[in-house]
């Protein structure tokens, strides 16, 4: 199967700082791939990267057969690579179904918009309650449903997500997680979750990458890294004695 | 029928209050009345024209008086006398120079040169955000004005441009307003308006979600400038005689101290503020006269009208930072406690399944 994301060697600097250097990752069809690191590990960096937001100083970062290095976010979404930023970012004063009616416009003129919408609906059932609510009224964790189903209406080939469970309660990061791995399930999409924490992701991603001080650390299969050990010891730079022999001065 | 008026009653409640508020101005004959309405409606129109950008870009606009000021000159051109214009304005085009224009086509050069104006000025303008757009709205302005008041051969300069037909009374004026009115409020529920709204809340998510901001201001600029000269055309016809004076930094804070008081992120709130804004400026302006009591008149001292304006937006600031509407569109109150009301009502179920609610 082709990648259908590929960082290869990229560098991210902010003035003097660096905030990524030589990453390179990849990405396969209908994959998830999380990653995982500490806070200031670049993770948001990474997404922002992809998605346009930050252009990188080296690298080259490939969506399909397009190099997206340099293009703008807003088309980079046109591409199919939808980002959910960290932090809820909705439109507050707007209502809930403008919200994701604004998710829609991307295609132009498009029939069956309005099947997503309804389809979608389903998925976020909570959403449908409050469809004409102002969105900044809603909850923490309905914003975050609403980021996420707004994302969902632009038909991502690819959804990147950061840190969905930022100040959440447990619970409502399970419905969220649920419904993203649903939505991987019924239509194949791709993702991409950020996140701070490994327990969760270590039962749903296909593929880790640990990123801690810009650089990533440790990759691999979930199903290989289960007992959490070496995640632990890549995320924190110490832990089990063989990777301290290592990293140790 | 009925839903179409329930689905738009926003723009239905306003033209019907703005119509009844110039049937009430015609009905008293008072011919004072009748030319303070004219000049508030003429001043909705270009209220109106602002907020189409301000209100649905976030961004604050200082240059729209310079907008109106085009427009005005640009409906002068057309309208003023030929044989003024061939002596003082011998710059003008020929076909200007030799023609008086009617009202219809006063109004629609009037609309269209800042248009055009502004289509220009914005697509550099535009790639700026926040203050330094604000900032260079402002130099727009400033521009304008120098332009205007020394192109001799074209604006007169200094000098005033005489003999234009005053076609402008408060029904004129009052059919402008409520089609700006409801072209704003077409714009804002459009697609593009949508689009503009959601920028101004998040300009990083509208990114991510393929909105093209810089254009959708672009529009905006353009939509709000063509609005704007339409209430200068107006102004225009309704003076008979133009200066430059008038379209400077005294008409740029009125008709911004009118946007904040009536709360400049809804509709509602332009046409509210510029109601409440005229209604003190009114009052105080008596007040300023003087109020005969036997031989002595009693009244404030000169300079009140400009400080009671002061003192009430600080006011309004202070205790109602989201201007008179709140923010809300207006609605027929039977069906206002639909949604807000199930809020306030409950939101102890909203956040039932939640221990973090939302920052």
């Known amino acids: 199967m082709g990648a259908l994301l590929t960082v290869d060697d990229v560098h991210v600097r902010y003035g003097d700082l660096v905030a990524l250097r030589e990453v390179s990752l990849s990405v396969a069809q209908g994959e998830?791939?999380?990653?995982?690191?500490?806070?200031?590990?670049?993770?948001?960096?990474?997404?922002?990267?992809?998605?346009?937001?930050?252009t990188p100083w080296r690298g080259a970062i490939r969506f399909g057969d397009v190099d997206v290095v340099g293009i703008r976010p807003e088309v980079v979404a046109r591409q199919g690579l939808s980002l959910v930023p960290e932090g809820r970012h909705i439109f507050g004063t707007l209502t809930v179904d403008e919200n994701l009616r604004i998710g829609g416009f991307i295609h132009k003129g498009r029939a069956d918009a309005k099947a997503d919408y309804e389809r979608l609906l389903e998925l976020f059932p909570r959403l449908r309650e409050r469809l004409n609510f102002p969105a900044g009224r809603l909850s923490g964790g309905e914003q975050q449903m609403l980021a996420?189903?707004?994302?969902?209406?632009?038909?991502?080939?690819?959804?990147?997500?950061?840190?969905?469970?930022?100040?959440?309660a447990p619970r409502i990061v399970d419905q969220i997680y649920e419904i993203l791995l649903d939505l991987r399930r019924r239509e194949g999409l791709t993702l991409v979750i950020n996140e701070q924490s490994s327990n969760r992701i270590l039962k749903h991603a296909d593929r880790i990458y640990v990123l801690r001080g810009g650089r990533i650390q440790l990759e691999g299969r979930a199903a290989d890294l289960a007992d959490g050990e070496a995640i632990r010891s890549a995320y924190f730079g110490f832990g089990s004695p063989a990777t301290l022999e290592g990293v140790a001065p | 029928m009925r839903d179409f008026l329930i689905r738009h009653q926003t723009p239905a409640l306003l033209v019907a209050g703005l119509v009844i508020a110039a049937a009430l101005g015609v009905l008293t004959g008072n011919e004072t009345a009748q030319v303070t309405l004219t000049e508030m409606f003429i001043r909705l129109v270009v209220v109106i024209g602002l907020w189409v950008f301000i209100g649905n870009s976030g961004i604050i606009s200082f240059g729209h008086i310079g907008f109106m000021g085009i427009g005005a000159y640009a409906a002068a051109w057309?309208?003023?006398?030929?044989?003024?214009?061939?002596i003082m304005l011998s710059g003008l085009p020929v076909f200007l120079q030799e023609n008086q224009y009617p009202f219809v086509f006063a109004i629609l050069g009037a609309t269209l040169l800042p248009a055009l104006v502004a289509l220009l000025l914005g697509a550099a303008l535009m790639r700026l955000a926040g203050t330094a757009a604000s900032i260079a709205t402002f130099a727009v302005l400033m521009i304008v004005n120098s332009v205007y008041a020394n192109w001799d051969s074209v604006t007169a300069g200094s000098s005033s441009i005489i003999g234009i037909p005053t076609v402008v009374g408060p029904w004129v004026a009052v059919g402008f307003a409520a089609g700006a009115v409801i072209t704003a409020y077409l714009f804002q529920i459009s697609r593009l308006g949508l689009m503009l709204r959601a920028s101004r809340d998040d300009e990083v998510a509208a990114r991510a979600s393929a909105v093209e901001v810089k254009r959708m201001r672009l529009v905006a600029f353009v939509l709000s400038a063509a609005i704007a000269g339409a209430g200068g055309g107006l102004y225009a016809q309704f003076l008979g005689i133009l200066t430059v004076d008038p379209f400077y930094l005294g008409l740029t804070f009125i008709t911004l101290a009118m946007l904040v008081v009536g709360g400049m992120s809804s509709l509602s709130g332009a046409v509210a503020g510029v109601f409440a804004v005229t209604i003190i400026v009114e009052l105080l302006r008596l007040a300023e006269r003087g109020v005969p009591f036997g031989s002595v008149t009693v009244g404030l001292p000169l300079g009140s009208q400009e400080i009671g304006l002061g003192?009430?937006?600080?006011?309004?600031?202070?205790?109602?930072?989201?201007?008179l509407s709140n923010g809300r569109e207006l609605v027929w109150p039977r069906r206002a406690p639909t949604d807000e009301a199930a809020a306030r009502k409950a939101p102890s179920a909203a956040l039932a399944g939640e221990a973090a609610p939302s920052p």
Do not use: Y
């Open chain 1, 148 to 168: 996420v189903a707004r994302a969902v209406m632009t038909r991502p080939r690819l959804l990147l997500v950061d840190e969905p469970s930022l100040g959440l």
């Open chain 2, 311 to 323: 003192v009430l937006m600080a006011l309004i600031l202070i205790f109602r930072p989201n201007g």
């Open chain 2, 78 to 86: 057309a309208t003023a006398e030929p044989s003024f214009k061939q």
């Open chain 1, 32 to 54: 998830v791939v999380c990653i995982i690191g500490p806070n200031g590990a670049g993770k948001s960096t990474l997404l922002a990267a992809v998605a346009g937001g930050v």
